[in-house]
Nanobody
């Protein structure tokens, strides 16, 4: 079982940066793949990035490569999403998620069983 709580969302100007955090509780966090998704109003949930348990493998949505960086600190049970060069189209609710233990990096949201409550990110132009 994994419980996830996101933080760090807010308002940022276009071109600015923001770092989202996801605090996890539960004994399986350190062996779990972790992912970030986002959902804008009227749109489907979209894969952003994922990282494996040891941080030696990451995956990003093609459209976000080079601007977003996922990382984790297993000692702090926290996964991060660094957003740089923010664009208005990045405006969305951002969710932290985890699949069942042992599942490798995947971008399909249906493979993720644990979800945080989400944090709003708004990028102004």
């Amino acid at each position: 079982q994994v419980q996830l709580v996101e933080s760090g969302g807010g308002l940022v100007q276009a071109g600015g940066s923001l770092r989202l955090s996801c605090a996890a509780s539960g004994r399986t966090f350190r062996t779990s793949t972790m992912g970030w998704f986002r959902q804008a109003p009227g749109k489907e949930r979209e894969f952003v990035a994922a990282i494996n348990w040891s941080s030696d493998s990451t995956k990003y949505a093609d459209s976000l490569k080079g601007r977003f960086t996922i990382s984790r600190d297993n000692a702090k049970n926290t996964v991060y999403l660094q957003m740089d060069s923010a664009k208005p189209e990045d405006t969305a609710v951002y969710y932290c998620a985890a699949p069942s233990s042992g599942v490798p990096i995947v971008s399909d949201y249906r493979m993720y069983v644990y979800w945080g409550q989400g944090t709003q990110v708004t990028v102004s132009s």
